[in-house]
C-alpha cells in the first residue's frame, strides 16, 4: 500500500475513502494518535485515487460523497454539517425544472388526498387522444413511500442534470423519457398506472452510462448501485415484490436514458 495523502479531518478521510470503494478502488483510513488521518491505496488505484482526490479537495460537500456513504449504510459529516444524507435544497432553489416537477408531484399528491378518483380519472391515461395524459401520469403517486422515494432521487439526479446540461435539456429529457415509459406501460399493460419511476430509471440510465462514456464527469451512479437497481427491475416481472409495480415503465425508461446518454455529449 501506498500513502495517498495526509487530512486532518478524519470524517473527511472516512467519506472520501467510501468513494473510492463505491468506484472499485483500493482505498483505507489509518489513524493515528493526536496526528493526520492517513489515506493508502494499492499501487493499482494509486493514480486513480489521486485524481479524485483533487476533485475531493476542491468540492468535498458535493452529495456524490454522501451518496457513496449511504450506499455503504454510513452517513459521515464534515465540520460544521449534520450527519445524514443531505438534499441540496440550496441548488434546488437554482434549478426551476427540477423544483418545478417536485412541485407539481407534490400539488397532485394533496389532491389525491381530497379527492383520489377525480385526480387519477383527469390524470392517467385513458383518452390517448388527450396529449397531455401521455405525461401526467408521471405525477401520480399512490402512497407517500412512492412518492418519497421518486422524489429523492429526482431531486438528487436531476438536480445535477440541470445543472451540467441546462433547465431546457432537463425538461425535453423529463418529458420525453415521462411519454416513452408511460406508452409501454400502457400498449403493453394497461392505463392503471402512474408514478415518477419510469423517468427515475431513465436518469439512472443516463447517468451511469454518462459516467462510464465520460470518465471525466462526475460519477452520480456507481456499478453497485446500478446493479441494485436492474435487481430491483428483474424482482418486479418476476413479481416477487409486495407492491404492485409498473415494470414495463421502469424498463422503457431505462433503456431511454442510456439511449439518450449515447446521443447527448456533455459541454466542454
Known amino acids: 500500500m501506498r500513502k495517498l495523502a495526509e487530512l486532518n479531518q478524519q470524517a473527511a478521510a472516512l467519506l472520501f475513502a467510501d468513494y473510492c470503494q463505491s468506484q472499485g478502488l483500493q482505498v483505507s483510513v489509518e489513524h493515528t494518535t493526536n496526528g493526520p488521518v492517513c489515506l493508502y491505496s494499492d499501487d493499482s488505484s494509486f493514480e486513480r485515487a489521486s485524481l479524485l482526490l483533487s476533485e475531493f479537495l476542491q468540492q468535498p460537500n458535493h452529495p456524490r460523497y454522501q451518496a457513496a456513504a449511504w450506499q455503504r449504510s454510513q452517513t459521515v459529516a ?7 444524507f443531505s438534499i441540496p435544497w440550496a441548488k434546488i432553489a437554482k434549478s426551476p425544472i427540477t423544483a418545478l416537477v417536485l412541485l407539481l408531484c407534490l400539488a397532485v399528491f394533496a389532491w389525491q388526498q381530497l379527492d383520489f378518483n377525480a385526480a387519477r380519472s383527469s390524470l392517467q391515461l385513458t383518452d390517448p387522444g388527450q396529449l397531455w395524459r401521455w405525461f401526467t401520469p408521471a405525477l401520480l403517486h399512490f402512497s407517500a413511500t412512492h412518492l418519497i422515494f421518486n422524489l429523492i432521487w429526482w431531486l438528487l439526479l436531476a438536480t445535477a442534470l440541470e445543472r451540467q ?11 420525453l423519457t415521462a411519454v416513452v415509459s408511460n406508452a409501454a406501460q400502457y400498449f403493453l399493460v394497461g392505463h392503471n398506472f402512474g408514478g415518477l419511476s419510469g423517468v427515475v430509471y431513465a436518469l439512472f440510465g443516463f447517468c451511469w452510462l454518462n ?3 465520460y470518465p471525466q464527469q462526475r460519477v452520480l451512479i456507481s456499478d453497485p448501485l446500478a446493479m441494485f437497481m436492474l435487481v430491483w427491475l428483474v424482482l418486479g416481472f418476476a413479481d416477487l415484490l409486495w ?8 424498463l422503457a425508461g431505462l433503456l431511454a436514458g442510456l439511449v439518450l446518454a449515447w446521443l447527448i455529449k456533455p459541454a466542454r
Not at 78 to 84: E, F, V
Not at 243 to 250: E, G, I, Q, R
Open 211 to 213: 459516467g462510464k462514456l
Open 243 to 250: 407492491v404492485s409495480m409498473a415494470n414495463w415503465a421502469h
Open 78 to 84: 464534515l465540520d460544521g454539517q449534520k450527519a445524514g
Open 165 to 175: 446540461y441546462g433547465s431546457i435539456r432537463l425538461l425535453n429529457f423529463t418529458v
